[in-house]
Nanobody, 119 residues
Framework: QVQLVESGGGLVQSGDSLSLSCAAS????????MGWYRQAPGKERELVAT??????NYADSVKGRFTISRDNAMNTVYLQMSSLKPEDTAVYYC??????????????WGQGTQVTVSS
């Protein structure tokens, strides 16, 4: 019953900033980790950034430009993107590992939100 709802995608110009958000809802017992992945046309889905119990990991391609943050009380993860480049164009997916009960956990994915950066 867990669902991830993303928002914030859009069309921007190179060098602009954009913020994404993802809120998990439903039968949540405990959130283990949350993060962002992206999939560009013709490419496989790749990790952008993850937040796991205080440990933050960024892809080299976005390090220094993107910032991931979490509101644990609200089961929400954010991605602040700055200095956007055309190569950042992709569908961005929210990902979370969540315990739906005290004994069951699973990975969940959002529906994806399109980010397009024009040159």
């Amino acid at each position: 019953q867990v669902q991830l709802v993303e928002s914030g995608g859009g069309l921007v110009q190179s060098g602009d900033s954009l913020s994404l958000s993802c809120a998990a809802s439903g039968s949540i017992f405990r959130v283990i980790s949350m993060g962002w992945y992206r999939q560009a046309p013709g490419k496989e889905r790749e990790l952008v950034a993850t937040s796991n119990s205080g440990a933050i990991n960024y892809a080299d391609s976005v390090k220094g430009r993107f910032t991931i943050s979490r509101d644990n009380a609200m089961n929400t993860v954010y991605l602040q993107m700055s200095s956007l480049k055309p190569e950042d164009t992709a569908v961005y997916y929210c990902n979370a590992y969540i315990y739906s009960s005290s004994s069951a956990w699973s990975a969940y994915w959002g529906q994806g939100t399109q980010v397009t950066v024009s040159s």
